[in-house]
């Protein structure tokens, strides 16, 4: 079993910013990619920002170019998303994801990242 876990969400200003921490654990070996995604209220589950398990690939969303950088570090098993100059629309709940070669796709619970303007 795979367990995902965020953590660092919370209420900020617009320009304000935020740092996601995502640690798994459990059967992770085989990990390909790790990313983030959000889903605002009435809205679909949208990519936020993907990095390859060895770091070589990396894509954000064209909404947070500029703004938001991810990271991992393997020998934690954690991935970052570094949120900066955060704008209202910005607001949503945010998922870990991995995808584990030969096991599927792994979300973690979500964290809310809540953005006044």
């Known amino acids: 079993q795979v367990q995902l876990v965020e953590s660092g969400g919370g209420l900020v200003q617009t320009g304000g910013s935020l740092r996601l921490s995502c640690a798994a654990s459990?059967?992770?070996?085989?990990?390909?990619?790790l990313g983030w995604y959000r889903q605002a209220p009435g809205k679909e589950r949208e990519l936020v920002a993907i990095?390859?398990?060895?770091?070589?690939?990396?894509n954000y969303a064209d909404s947070v170019k500029g703004r938001f950088t991810i990271s991992r570090d393997n020998a934690k098993n954690t991935v970052d998303l570094q949120m900066n100059s955060l704008k209202p629309e910005d607001t949503g709940l945010y998922y870990c994801?991995?995808?584990?070669?030969?096991?599927?796709?792994?979300w973690g619970q979500g964290t809310q990242v809540t953005v006044s303007s």
């Open positions: 990095i390859s398990s060895g770091g070589g690939f990396i």
């Open positions: 994801w991995r995808r584990i070669i030969g096991a599927g796709e792994y």
């Open positions: 459990g059967s992770i070996s085989g990990t390909l990619r």
